[in-house]
């Protein structure tokens, strides 16, 4: 099991800035991906960000996000998601998202809310 504990969500004006984290426990494989996904009432689930760790270091983005996010990680299973210049269309409720590179099971975090108003 792998839980995850998220952190940062909040309300912002149009072009502010949030940063989310979310850090990972339990049963940590080496080779891992950790992702931030969004959804919005009605909506699938869609990507926004996501690095893998261990042998393959690999960071990628929804086509959305057109260089105002960034995503970094550090060694000890916590992923940050930097968001700039934020618009009303980020409002969502970001969730946090831990797989083994390998085929396995995977494990979301509870979800955190992000408002984008004047």
């Known amino acids: 099991q792998v839980q995850l504990v998220e952190s940062g969500g909040g309300f912002v004006q149009p072009g502010g800035s949030l940063t989310l984290s979310c850090t990972a426990s339990?049963?940590?494989?080496?080779?891992?991906?950790m992702s931030w996904y969004r959804q919005v009432p009605g909506k699938e689930r869609e990507l926004v960000a996501s690095?893998?760790?261990?042998?393959?270091?690999?960071k990628s983005y929804g086509h959305f996000v057109m260089g105002r996010f960034r995503i970094s990680r550090d060694n000890t299973n916590t992923v940050w998601l930097q968001m700039n210049s934020l618009q009303t269309e980020d409002t969502a409720v970001y969730f946090c998202?831990?797989?083994?590179?390998?085929?396995?099971?995977?494990?979301w975090g509870q979800g955190t809310q992000v408002t984008i108003s004047s």
């Open positions: 339990g049963s940590i494989v080496s080779n891992n991906v």
């Open positions: 690095a893998a760790a261990g042998a393959v270091r690999i």
């Open positions: 998202n831990f797989r083994p590179l390998a085929p396995g099971a995977e494990y």
